[in-house]
């Protein structure tokens, strides 16, 4: 480091790049993470055994709700209005849950 020699001021626009790729990054962990503990608890569910519905529902819901959850975490941290139609794809966890566990 040279103190005759200051660093350059970043510039505004690369900073905003920077901060995109950011967001961009932390968006597909947060998508990445919400996509194996739903199918975590879709699969916890089906070890639940037979006689205790409500407990494989409940987990079968509460994959829903992560999910949910963490789709309205992505679209806040990506400055995106929370309701979306992206919002529907809760259903698909509660559908696919459902069928392996209750209906296969």
């Known amino acids: 480091m040279d103190p005759d020699a200051?660093?350059?001021?970043a510039?505004?626009?690369d900073l905003e790049?920077?901060?995109?790729?950011?967001?961009?990054?932390?968006?597909?962990?947060?998508?990445?993470?919400l996509i194996h503990l739903t199918v975590g608890l879709i699969l916890a569910a089906d070890a639940v055994?037979?006689?205790r519905l409500?407990?494989?529902?409940?987990l079968i819901l509460l994959g829903a709700a992560f999910h949910v959850l963490g789709i309205a975490a992505v679209r806040a941290i990506n400055r995106a209005s929370l309701m979306s139609w992206w919002m529907l794809t809760a259903l698909?966890?509660?559908?696919a849950g459902v069928w392996w566990v209750?209906?296969?």
């Open 11 to 13: 510039d505004p626009k």
């Open 54 to 58: 409500d407990a494989q529902l409940a």
């Open 17 to 33: 790049r920077l901060h995109t790729v950011q967001r961009r990054v932390v968006s597909v962990l947060i998508i990445t993470t």
């Open 102 to 104: 209750i209906l296969r």
């Open 92 to 95: 698909i966890p509660v559908g």
């Open 49 to 51: 055994s037979d006689d």
């Open 6 to 9: 200051p660093r350059k001021a």
